[in-house]
């Protein structure tokens, strides 16, 4: 099973503590051990935009302010690699066909941001694309896809789950009122539309629910489940339960 983890920065490292960076390190080392090849996209978080703000204030123009968010997802990455050692390639892939190289050969591919003007959201959908993954997974900071925001609308409602044409209509919604952000952006929605690729939107701040919706498919989050297909999380994670439980031979 091919997965692509799209781990947040204010997830990975809210405050650079290492212990967040080594929780989800020994989650990606849990799939690896049952036999799953990872790649993994972070982002930049909170530390990113300390930077740009920064940069905005001193004149940068907005390619310039990309690049330096790219530079930061690429130090949150390092972050990553250094936790999972020799599991990992050892240095962030800069594109998708390094990415794609580590993980067929068993490394854990670990990428930041690749150009100005596409968000770590983009690029781990792009990535389960290009390496025709079986799931893509989005550990963020809240738990699913919302009808609206819910820092900013007490009433937003979760889905359990939907299709990919749903997801790029209610983040399009989201994204056209000023202030509201969305657990992915719109260009990460319709590459997953394209691809048909199955994704799920979870709380990550626990690496363990990453665990759970890969392998065993249990998560409290949002399946995007691509048109045509079992609304059933069970045509992979019914052969790779057993041996991830320690049961099988």
Known sequence: MRVVVSIGGSVLAPDLAHERV??????????TDAGCEIGAVVGGGGVAREYITTARELGANEIELDDIGIDVTRLNARLLIAALGGEAAPSPAENY????EAMRRGDVSVMGGVVAGQTTDA??????????ADLLLYATSVPGVFSADPNEDAGAERFDQMNAGELVDIIADIEMNAGSSAPVDLLAAKLIERSGVRTIVLDGTDPSRIVDAVLYGEHDGTDIIPEGTTDQMTYWVDNEAPDALGDGE
């Open 22 to 31: 080594e929780e989800h390190a020994a989650a990606i080392e849990r799939l």
């Open 97 to 100: 066909e390094k990415a794609g």
């Open 123 to 132: 690029v781990s959908a792009a990535l389960a694309e290009y390496t025709d």
